[in-house]
């Protein structure tokens, strides 16, 4: 059974440019959340998705968008890239029914410069 | 007020000590809880589900108080491998569709 494996695992970015980063689940996940977390505070919810749709999103603005494939794995997309969109950001797949179980990657650190 | 609450710590003890971390939540619709650990620059890993009948996995207790909108997390005969940030996560649901609410994480360093 393979985890959830991001990448890249690093990333260097200047403002106002664009990122993507990417995201396999779980072998029998459905579902990938993103949180992005900043240094020094606990993950933050960016949004999720299920069946390639975004069923749930946290106070982020639009400019962090995503994607999911028939495969359910993910994309996230920030556009017009701000300093203080330097973080770790980190995908989680879980399973829409039954136990609760969610399984996170290694994440990507991302610094905007 | 924040959702989840935690004392940021950090907490420092020496080996075999108990420590206990704290968390409240002001969602009273929450419906399921856990501790998580975060080592220095990794992933956050679930440590324990939190039950109100409270649970206990080795040297690691939790328990939850509902009517107080508190858990807690006890860690007995502390480890140095013990050493790392407590995540506190409560979230609304029992399905794996709802997000996940951290609080800001308790950093313990355990000493020898």
């Known amino acids: 059974e393979t985890g959830v494996t991001q990448s890249p695992t690093h990333l260097i970015k200047t403002r106002g440019q664009q990122v993507t980063l990417r995201c396999s689940s779980q072998s029998g996940h459905n579902t990938v959340s993103w949180y992005q977390q900043a240094l020094g505070q606990g993950p933050q919810f960016i949004f999720q998705?299920?069946?390639?749709?975004?069923?749930g999103r946290g106070n982020f603005p639009p400019r962090f968008s995503g994607l999911q494939f028939p495969n359910y794995s993910s994309e996230l997309n920030v556009n017009a890239l701000e300093l203080d969109d330097s973080a770790l950001y980190l995908c989680?797949?879980?399973?829409?029914?039954?136990?609760?179980?969610?399984?996170f990657g290694s994440g990507t650190r991302l610094t905007v410069v | 007020r924040k959702e989840v609450e935690q004392d940021p710590g950090p907490f420092n003890v020496p080996e075999g000590a108990t420590v206990a971390f704290n968390c409240t939540y002001s969602n009273s619709a929450s419906q399921s809880f856990f501790w998580y650990r975060q080592d220095c620059r990794k992933e956050p890993k679930l440590l324990m589900s939190v039950y109100s009948s409270g649970n206990e996995d080795g040297r690691f207790t939790a328990q939850l108080n509902r009517a107080s909108q508190y858990i807690s997390l006890l860690i007995r005969d502390s480890k140095l491998s013990d050493s790392a940030t407590y995540l506190c996560v409560v979230t609304a649901s029992s399905s794996g569709n709802t997000p996940l609410v951290f609080g800001k994480g308790t950093r313990l360093s355990v000493i020898a």
């Open positions: 998705y299920y069946r390639e749709e975004e069923n």
């Open positions: 989680a797949s879980s399973l829409v029914q039954g136990a609760m179980g969610y399984t």
